[in-house]
């Protein structure tokens, strides 16, 4: 087997079942309303039990937390404002009582789900199918063509000792197609400023994707599960999305969302 062959070995699995997450995710986003927050229900859910398995969490404990997560995302969603707050933490204080060990990486990774599945639907509700398909455009375009980038020029390691297969090219890859995918979005009412938006956001599904990677080398494995074939868990595919979601609420905040031509 050649060595370009093998650096594609997993590419038809990973197509396969990556076309199937993408007409799943792609239908719900469209459909909105119950359907979307079902896939948000079940992706928090998922992540927070991968995150307990990883950690050192039995399997009960790691189903416990997420269905915990899952229901603390639905408050914070549904109750007003104020009175959903707590929730946002209630998964990360009950793993303190939970878990024996790994306590602080579990308290941050499970609060930053929590608000990244609420920033998904907010995302949605506030701004519609346009912009929450513009938003997983970003991460996924990130993502694959930092892949084939990577694979395909290679170049000087980002960061070797966190993740050994990232590089420099493929990084900037994901910047670039981040920034193709913001000029598309670019017409009547929205200003060039989303292009600036759009691989700010690339960089931060980057770091998402950073932060799993060493958590993962600290816990000494190599996918979060084995839930999704040729991607490894849900946790794999979801770590960009989970950093894009929780700098766009701060975006959002801000600046003016979507940004008006000056």
């Keep these: 087997m050649s060595a370009t062959s093998e650096k594609f070995a997993d590419l038809a699995v990973r197509m396969s079942s990556g076309a199937v997450m993408a007409v799943v995710g792609i239908a719900a986003v469209w459909a909105g309303g119950i359907w979307f927050m079902i896939l948000l229900t079940v992706i928090c859910a998922a992540l927070v039990w991968e995150l307990v398995r990883m950690l050192g969490g039995g399997p009960r404990r790691a189903i416990t937390m997420g269905l915990i997560a899952a229901g603390s995302f639905l408050a914070v969603r549904f109750l007003p404002e104020g009175v959903g707050l707590p929730f946002v933490l209630a998964p990360a204080l009950a793993g303190i009582g939970l878990l024996e060990r790994n306590r602080t990486l579990y308290i941050v990774f499970s609060a930053l789900i929590v608000i990244a599945c609420y920033g998904l639907a907010v995302q949605r509700v506030d701004f519609g199918f346009q912009w929450m398909l513009w938003l997983a455009l970003v ?58 938006i759009s691989i700010a956001i690339s960089m931060a599904s980057q770091m998402g994707d950073i932060a799993e990677s060493a958590m993962k080398r600290k816990m000494g494995v190599k996918d979060s599960s084995a839930l999704i074939p040729g991607h490894g868990g849900v946790f794999d595919r979801f770590d960009g999305m989970l950093g894009a979601s929780v700098f766009l609420l701060l975006i959002e905040q801000l600046v003016d969302f979507p940004p008006v031509p000056l």
């Design 139 to 196: 991460v996924i375009a990130t993502d694959v063509f930092g892949y084939f980038a990577g694979r395909l020029l290679g170049g000087p390691k980002f960061w070797p000792q966190v993740s050994p297969k990232k590089t420099w090219s493929g990084t900037a890859a994901g910047w670039i197609a981040a920034a193709v995918v913001g000029v598309f979005f670019m017409g009547p009412g929205v200003g060039v400023e989303i292009i600036g």
